[in-house]
C-alpha cells in the first residue's frame, strides 16, 4: 500500500513539473552584439600634398568590407587614368583594395613602390571608416589635416584649386593655385594681371579668416573677380572633402 502511494506521488510530482515546465515562457534569444558600422557606402579623401590625394568608395555589409572603389588625384586635382606612367600605381589601386576587403581593415601593407599612394589610401580608408562607424570616434565637424579642392572648370577650361589645413574645426592655413586648360599650374611671376597673382595672397588671409562657415561670405578681390571665384569654390570643395559626417 506503501509503494502504491509512493508510485501514485511520484507520478504526481511529475506531471505537476511537467505542466509548469509547459507553461513557463521560453525566454527571448540574446540580442545580437551591437554593430560597429552601419551599412551603406561611405567616401573620403586623405589628406593631400602638392602631388594630390586618394579618394575611396567603402561599401559596408553586416560589419564586413565588401568592396572598395579607389581613385587618385594628382597635384592640380585632376584624376590618374589608365594612362598615368607609373605601374606600381596601377598595382596598388587593385592590391589596397582586395587587402582591405580581406583584411576587412583600413590597416593594410603597403604595396612596394607605391609607399605615397599606399599610405594616401590607408589614411583615406580609416578616414571612410570612421564616417561608417555606429558610434563614431572623432566628434568633430572635420577631419584633422590639409585636405585639397577644386573649383568646376570655366568657360576657358581654367579652374582654382586650394589646400585648406583644418585643425580643432578652425582653417589655420589657405595656400590657392589655379590651373590653365592645358592642365598645368598658371606662371605667376610671368603672369600679365598682377591683380590676380597679389589676389592669391589676400583671398588665403580672408579664407583663413572667415572660418569654415563664412567663405561664401568672403569678399572677391577687385579685378581678380573670376580668380577669387575659383579660390572660394575650391576652398568649399576641401571642406566638403574633409568634413566627418
Known sequence: MRKRTLVAGILALIMVLTLVAACTPTPPPPPPPPKTYN???YTAV????QRGFVWVGVTISDD???EVEVKEFDGVAALKGDDYPWDATHVAWVELAAQSVAKNTWDVDVVAEATTTSNKYREAAKFALEKAKATPTVTTTYFDGTFMGASE???????????V?????????????EVTADGTRKDWPNYPWPQAAEAREVMSDRFVAAGPDGIDDVDTVAQ???????WKAAVQNALDSARVK
Open 153 to 163: 572648370p570655366d568657360a576657358r577650361g581654367g579652374y582654382g584649386i586650394a589646400w
Open 165 to 177: 589645413t583644418i585643425e580643432n574645426d578652425k582653417i589655420i592655413e589657405v595656400l590657392v593655385d
Open 224 to 230: 581678380a573677380t573670376g580668380s577669387s571665384n575659383h
Open 64 to 66: 564586413k568590407i565588401t
Open 46 to 49: 586623405s589628406q593631400a600634398n
Open 39 to 41: 551599412d551603406g557606402v
